[in-house]
């Protein structure tokens, strides 16, 4: 079992490493599973729209909700993180080489979204890559204790942790 994880500084970066990285992998003919996530410029609003491709070639999810522009709770859709939550353990099934989750957020911090499938994929032996923000990196460490694996953040990084796994597969 496999597990680790990347946090960044700055907003949008982890989203931006990870998404690049399963491209990368995508390419070279991996199976993977999972979601990645990129946030785009609303017009008029200094709110970003969150969306989430579900992997390999699933849909494209948003995941916010527009709540306007004094809004300043969470913003996440609760039934569209579940429909990506569905989508994902359904591509758990065919066995992928990666599961990706692009946010350790307030939900998997709750016990929900995708941390059961964070713990599924463990057991069944399939190595999981995701990111953890400073908010949630407390729960995150009460979940898995010390069996994570911190990575820096960069695609170097990424790859020869990933390239490690392969071979000891191999």
């Known amino acids: 079992m496999a597990l680790a994880f990347v946090r960044t500084v700055e907003r949008g970066l982890t989203d931006q490493l990870l998404w690049q990285f399963a491209d990368r992998l995508?390419?070279?003919?991996?199976?993977?599973?999972g979601v990645v996530q990129t946030n785009?410029?609303?017009?008029?609003?200094?709110?970003c729209n969150m969306d989430v491709r579900v992997l390999?070639?699933?849909?494209?999810?948003?995941?916010?909700?527009?709540l306007g522009e004094d809004s300043r709770g969470c913003?996440?859709?609760?039934?569209?993180?579940?429909e990506a939550v569905s989508l994902v353990e359904a591509g758990l099934e065919l066995s992928p080489d990666l599961l990706i989750i692009s946010k350790f957020g307030k939900h998997e911090a709750?016990?929900?979204?995708?941390?059961?499938?964070?713990?599924?994929?463990?057991?069944r032996d399939i190595p999981v890559l995701l990111g953890v923000n400073a908010l949630n990196q407390e729960a995150f460490d009460?979940?898995?204790?010390?069996?994570?694996?911190?990575?820096?953040?960069?695609?170097?990084?990424?790859?020869?942790?990933?390239?490690?796994?392969?071979?000891?597969?191999?």
């Open 26 to 33: 995508q390419v070279r003919g991996l199976n993977l599973a």
């Open 56 to 66: 390999p070639g699933g849909p494209m999810i948003r995941i916010n909700q527009v």
């Open 40 to 47: 785009s410029v609303r017009p008029v609003s200094h709110h």
């Open 110 to 123: 709750e016990g929900r979204g995708f941390r059961p499938l964070i713990a599924e994929a463990l057991t």
């Open 142 to 170: 009460e979940f898995v204790g010390d069996y994570a694996e911190e990575l820096a953040a960069d695609a170097i990084s990424l790859a020869a942790w990933f390239d490690r796994l392969r071979q000891r597969v191999a």
């Open 75 to 82: 913003r996440l859709n609760p039934a569209a993180l579940e």
